[in-house]
């Protein structure tokens, strides 16, 4: 029973914990005005939704198939990887095109963040485990939580810089880019691998078919994310980023390949 609880509300417990010590530690910042609290401050604020929502979609799958040290170590590598790619493939675009349109930042990045959920599948593949697209998905979800948080800890950085220690455009940065990171990065990786998962685990021509269109729409969305600046347009992309990823989910919970052999198991 309890067990159950909290694969159900193990979020709600997540989200909690994490506001309650970022809030503590919030106010010894401004009570002390000590800077060595702001790192703690970042992590928590770039971390602690993003964590909450990982936590929401590992519980919707219907069973705790992958273990929480691969989830941490996707979220940790997946996140430190995609960045370090996205990075130095758009770093090298923007010095030779002079300019970099939006449609290219969302190709270049929602490929990076697949790298090491590739690396996980291809692990899976060779230990002969069973592949659900439910763990790709959550995988994913993973991999794209790394990469928003450790964006937004550079946001947020960089709105503490050029505010001159301003910690209000510090709070005001974490707030806006944590709670629409389950929206943005989490979700559309979380699809993409999602798609992977199942074309691994039943190859077919329309599986294929889907992980194309998947990965299509997800950077679609990451464009138009990027490209309007209305918060209008953010409501109803967050709407359809993730309606999709909950209509994925409900699909993949109905998917049953011969074997019982626990993913990642082992």
């Not at 963040?113 to 959550?138: A, E």
């Not at 992980?211 to 138009?224: K, Y």
Request: glycine content about 10%; hydrophobic content about 55%.
């Amino acid at each position: 029973m309890m067990r159950e609880w909290f694969r159900r509300l193990g979020w709600v417990a997540v989200l909690v914990i994490g506001l309650a010590l970022y809030l503590l530690v919030l106010r010894t910042l401004v009570k002390t005005q000590n800077p060595n609290l702001v790192p703690a401050l970042i992590l928590l604020g770039a971390s602690t939704v993003p964590a909450a929502f990982l936590t929401f979609a590992q519980a919707r799958t219907g069973q705790w198939q992958v273990p929480a040290s691969v989830l941490l170590l996707t979220a940790f590598f997946g996140g430190v990887v995609g960045l370090i790619v996205a990075g130095t493939l758009e770093f090298d675009a923007l010095h030779d095109l002079g300019t970099l349109p939006m449609l290219f930042v969302a190709l270049i990045e929602e490929t990076a963040k697949l790298i090491v959920p590739v690396i996980v599948l291809l692990t899976v593949i060779v230990r002969h485990k069973r592949r659900l697209p439910s763990d790709g998905l959550v995988i994913g979800v993973a991999s794209g939580m790394g990469f928003a948080a450790l964006e937004t800890m550079g946001y947020a950085f960089t709105a503490l810089l050029s505010s001159n220690g301003n910690v209000g455009a510090l709070e005001e940065t974490l707030l806006v880019r944590g709670l629409t990171s389950p929206a943005g990065h989490t979700a559309w990786t979380g699809l993409t691998c999602g798609a992977l998962w199942m074309l691994a685990s039943a190859p077919s021509v329309r599986n294929g078919l889907i992980f194309l269109g998947t990965f299509a729409g997800a950077v679609a969305l990451h464009t138009a994310w990027d490209s309007f600046g209305s918060v209008v347009a953010y409501v109803i992309l967050a709407i359809i980023s993730l309606g999709w990823l909950v209509l994925r989910l409900r699909k993949y919970r109905a998917f049953h390949p011969a074997g019982r052999v626990p993913v990642l198991a082992g």
